[in-house]
């Protein structure tokens, strides 16, 4: 089993800027891709961004591409969402996701999650 936890949500103004914290412990992540999704009230949970453990490779959705950037610590066994230029738009609850397939962008691609932390965006 792995364990998620993510950290760093909040309330934040329009242009303003968060860090997403992923803390993975349990069964070791080193050959796990990991990923973040958000989901809206009353919307599907949607992919944000994924990189793999052992590798800097990264792939983003394109509402967040240039805004978002996805990095991870292996010393650490964390991951970690810098979110620039936030929007209304990116107000959503934010989830970590740890999972074996390599290039995974939907959420069957994952197998553990973490509890989600809120990120709300004001105008």
């Known amino acids: 089993q792995v364990q998620l936890v993510e950290s760093g949500g909040g309330l934040v103004q329009a242009g303003g800027s968060l860090r997403l914290s992923c803390a993975a412990s349990?069964?070791?992540?080193?050959?796990?891709?990991m990923g973040w999704f958000r989901q809206a009230p009353g919307k599907e949970r949607e992919f944000v961004a994924r990189?793999?453990?052992?590798?800097?490779?990264?792939y983003y959705a394109d509402s967040v591409k240039g805004r978002f950037t996805i990095s991870r610590d292996n010393a650490k066994n964390a991951i970690y969402l810098q979110m620039n230029s936030l929007k209304p738009e990116d107000t959503a609850v934010y989830y970590c996701?740890?999972?074996?397939?390599?290039?995974?962008?939907?959420?069957?691609?994952?197998?553990?999650w973490g509890q989600g932390t809120q990120v709300t965006v004001t105008v």
């Open positions: 990189i793999w453990w052992r590798g800097t490779n990264t």
């Open positions: 349990g069964r070791t992540v080193s050959s796990y891709t």
């Open positions: 996701a740890a999972g074996p397939t390599a290039y995974a962008t939907t959420r069957y691609g994952y197998d553990y």
